[in-house]
């Protein structure tokens, strides 16, 4: 069975710094590429990051980009995405999902989704 | 403001069938790339519910059927059910801005 379980999330001061974490199992980790989407409180899904196969290749929304920085550990079946210089306007839920299709080309969905982990920002 | 639209709520009565719209532009859903749909029941994360316009993963019940027409795209659900009350989200690629996008999502009321 896929699993995908995030943590790191919490309650931090704005400016300040935050590394969330999903652990993966039951599929081929380093075959897929994984996707971070957030949702902040009582809003809609918001796409954040996409990461390669490989770890080669990242994208980023326009709204983190230069402040969050994805990453992943294939011999640990793990994806990172790290948060700097957080605002409120980055409190939400941060879910990370596996991806199938062409990451490259922008070609691909959302197959299996984490729980999700929660970031609030706040002083 | 998303860059895909769709109508905040839509209702129906057990049993009926009712449609969710997901309109877009030529540089997204009009530039041929496709359209997934996503539910969220509440409290919990989404799941996927369509891909690839109009498959179904395994274990999604034949109600739920995508199709997509020029740049938009719709998801159908015949004969309603109670427990399909739910949050939905369609999700596309925009070649202008780069980035995967998503629509507002659309509240299923059923009745």
């Known amino acids: 069975e896929v699993q995908l379980v995030e943590s790191g999330g919490g309650l931090v001061q704005p400016g300040r710094s935050l590394r969330l974490s999903c652990a993966a199992s039951?599929?081929?980790?380093?075959?897929?590429?994984m996707s971070w989407v957030r949702q902040a409180p009582g809003k809609g899904l918001e796409w954040v990051s996409t990461?390669?196969?490989?770890?080669?290749?990242?994208y980023y929304a326009v709204s983190v980009k230069g402040r969050f920085t994805i990453s992943r550990d294939n011999s640990n079946k793990t994806v990172y995405l790290q948060l700097n210089n957080l605002s409120a306007e980055d409190t939400a839920v941060y879910y990370c999902?596996?991806?199938?299709?062409?990451?490259?080309?922008?070609?691909?969905?959302?197959?299996?989704w984490g729980k999700g982990t929660t970031v609030t920002v706040s002083s | 403001q998303s860059v895909l639209t769709q109508p905040p709520s839509v209702s129906g009565a057990p049993g009926q069938r009712v449609t969710i719209s997901c309109t877009g532009s030529?540089?997204?859903?009009?530039?041929?790339?496709?359209v997934h749909w996503y539910q969220q029941l509440p409290g919990t994360a989404p799941k996927l519910l369509i891909y690839?316009?109009?498959n179904r993963p395994s274990g999604v019940p034949d109600r739920f059927s995508g199709s997509k027409s020029g740049a938009s795209a719709s998801l159908a659900i015949n004969g309603l059910q109670a427990e399909d009350e739910a949050d939905y989200y369609c999700?596309?690629?925009?070649?202008?801005?780069?980035?995967?996008?998503f629509g507002g999502g659309t509240k299923l009321i059923v009745l």
């Open positions: 039951g599929f081929a980790f380093s075959s897929f590429g």
């Open positions: 999700q596309s690629s925009d070649s202008s801005l780069s980035a995967v996008v």
């Open positions: 999902a596996n991806v199938r299709g062409a990451v490259h080309y922008f070609f691909y969905y959302m197959h299996v």
């Open positions: 990461i390669s196969e490989t770890g080669d290749t990242t």
């Open positions: 690839g316009n109009n």
């Open positions: 030529s540089s997204n859903i009009g530039a041929n790339y496709d």
